[in-house]
């Protein structure tokens, strides 16, 4: 029986949130319909779907705005329609953007994050809980919501799987209705009805006792348990502390070189910046050593750490103009040193500073004029424009093919060239030709293969020895098959003795030598005198001639020789793996070598 009251609690709290979050739950309902029809029909109506879970966030932030703020019910509908009236603003905004553009998506990520945000910080607008106290309700919910639905889909998936092996085929979309009706509606329903309803700003309803004990009541479901502050305490905060300590040691070691062009470093840093500031705002409550030092120390080693960040995003974007990526990269910089300042110097109660300022700053990256997308856009193309004009290859709004221009040049025009098709921008370009491909007009266009460039572009090249090809050995005194390996990451210098062998009684032995630039093929003889050398690096190079779709070499192609008056080194190609980046290069490669002694 008290399972069964359990049960009959847990759909009270669900028809309660319905009730509450009336908006809400129309919003998600709508969104799985029009989803259901895509499952069915395979429309894609994504800008739709992405339009209802902004309206359904906003509209749940409004009914906490109107909870803790208004008393009367007219205010509720003029909110109930503000929202309506915001998402279809929202709605016309996605209708406008390119289809094929990830832009959609990636507005609607920030949207709904900076909604997520806003619920969280509205019941603590001039309120005794602070926003450290509602992050860890919200939080919590959405983990105990995402983990519910998760183990139900994970269920119904099994009892699919069952039906259709045991019994009787089942459609293949079922798991796609189920996961739509889940993830789209009692997902977020069950996540409202684990909110508290706040106590408003002026409650004259409510008696102190009562919004007391309802406080009260709200600080205790914040409280964090236990076995979470042993984690975040003696786990987190102990292995954030190490990778602090590497992180600066690989600053210290590589500031004066490798340090400003490591894009790889760039999301890194970004990451670990997130990380410390989450941390600080779940650890902002515990009381032991570990967290008050971590909330003393970690916020001032973040700032020079992300302004070493932003230093670097600035010099990229110099090189490459302003992208998506590099926007927010630069933005995001600025808000974690400011939040590693407001975290320094301001008390704890003060972390809602935070997140209106992060909502801020979501909300400047996605509405015009200073958005990421305009001036991405708008950056890309007047970079690209700059560089055709300067080598006369943009005249009276025709483009004009030249394949001669500096590789730097060449470099520019097929980066942004390939950001505007990604993001679906090149229509905008009223020059380019209609429906322009890179695949096929890119090099009719300008003049260039975009694929095929100098030593600082990117070149990669996979190349085999044709099959069943003899290779004739019978002058050849040993036959050695191995392996060659060129890294210009590679730090130190290697050594290895492939083979030694006796011909009329003199020793000979044959040993590779690499280095991060290239790999020496050496035969020594009498004394460990060198007789004769063969470097593989120009060799490799040289594959660069064939063209990147070029799968196999015919047994000429793949024979290289050098000879002295002493002895004759052959080395046949077998498989080659060659790329080119602007910071590595990899040559690998099958190999025999083959050595014929012609006077000992």
């Known amino acids: 029986m008290k399972r069964f009251d359990k049960i009959k609690v847990r759909l ?4 309660f949130a319905t009730a509450r979050f009336p908006l809400t739950v129309a919003f998600f309902v709508v969104a799985m319909a029009i989803n259901t029809v895509v499952i069915t029909k395979g429309n894609d109506r994504i800008e739709i779907i992405f339009t209802l879970m902004v309206g359904a966030l906003l509209s749940a932030v409004l009914q906490l705005v109107y909870e803790r703020f208004f008393h009367q019910k007219s205010v509720r509908l003029i909110l109930m329609g503000t929202a309506a009236l915001l998402t279809m603003g929202y709605y016309i905004i996605n209708i406008g953007a390119p289809k094929s553009s990830p832009e959609i998506g990636i507005r609607t990520i920030v949207t709904v994050f900076a909604l997520f945000l806003s619920f969280i910080l509205v019941p603590t607008i001039k309120s005794r809980i602070s926003f450290n106290e509602s992050f860890k309700i919200s939080f919590d919910s959405l983990i105990i919501a995402l983990f519910f639905s998760g183990v139900i889909f994970l269920g119904l998936s099994f009892i699919f799987i069952a039906i259709d092996k045991l019994l009787v085929s089942i459609d293949y979309r079922l798991y796609s209705y189920t996961a739509n009706i889940i993830y789209l509606l009692f997902g977020p329903l069950y996540f409202l ?47 954030l502390a190490v990778f602090t300590l590497v992180l ?35 650890a902002s409550e515990l009381e032991n050593k570990f967290a008050g030092l971590f909330r003393t120390i970690f916020p001032k080693i973040l700032m020079p750490i992300v302004l070493l960040q932003i230093a670097s995003s600035v010099i990229t974007m110099s090189q490459i103009g302003l992208t998506l990526t590099r926007y927010y990269a630069i933005l995001y910089g600025i808000f974690a040193v400011i939040a590693g300042l407001i975290l320094s110097i301001m008390p704890l109660w003060r972390n809602g500073i935070i997140a209106a300022l992060l ?15 305009s001036l991405s856009r708008s950056n890309q193309k007047n970079l690209l424009e700059k560089v055709l004009i300067q080598n006369n290859m943009l005249k009276n709004n025709q483009i004009k093919p030249n394949p001669v221009i500096s590789d730097h040049d060449k470099q520019v025009i097929i980066k942004t060239v390939s950001y505007l098709e990604m993001m679906d921008y090149t229509t905008d370009l009223k020059w380019l030709p209609a429906d322009f491909s890179s695949y096929k007009d890119f090099a009719p266009t300008f003049g260039f293969n975009e694929d095929n460039l100098s030593e600082h572009t990117s070149q990669s090249l996979r190349l085999s020895l044709e099959e069943q090809t003899a290779i004739d050995i019978s002058e050849y005194d040993r036959f050695i098959p191995t392996n060659i390996s060129i890294i210009n990451k590679q730090k130190e210098a290697s050594q290895e003795e492939l083979c030694k062998f006796i011909k009329s009684g003199v020793n000979y032995t044959l040993i590779k030598q690499t280095t991060p630039n290239q790999c020496t093929i050496k035969l020594l003889g009498k004394d460990n005198e060198e007789i004769l050398e063969f470097k593989t690096g120009a ?41 080119k980046t602007p910071t590595q290069t990899l040559f690998e490669a099958d190999v025999y070598i083959l050595i014929r002694i012609l006077k000992p």
């Open 12 to 15: 009270r709290q669900l028809t």
């Open 193 to 239: 009805s684990l909110i508290p309803i706040y106590p408003r700003n002026s409650n004259k309803e409510k008696s102190p006792f009562v919004i007391e004990r309802e406080i009260e009541m709200i600080k205790q479901a914040a409280a964090c348990p236990r076995l979470v502050e042993i984690l975040i305490s003696y786990i987190i905060i102990p292995l």
């Open 248 to 282: 600066l040691a690989y600053i210290m070691i590589n500031i004066g070189s490798n340090f400003w062009n490591d894009n790889l470093l760039e999301s890194m840093l970004i990451s670990y910046s997130i990380g410390i500031i989450l941390i600080c705002i779940l």
């Open 359 to 373: 909502i801020v700053f979501s909300l400047i990256s996605v509405v015009p004029p200073f958005d990421a997308f």
């Open 539 to 579: 060799t490799f190079e040289g594959f660069f001639q064939f063209e990147p779709d070029k799968d196999y070499i015919s047994a000429e192609e793949a024979t290289f020789s050098k000879a002295n008056e002493q002895t004759k080194i052959t080395v046949v190609f077998q498989n080659l793996n060659l790329e």
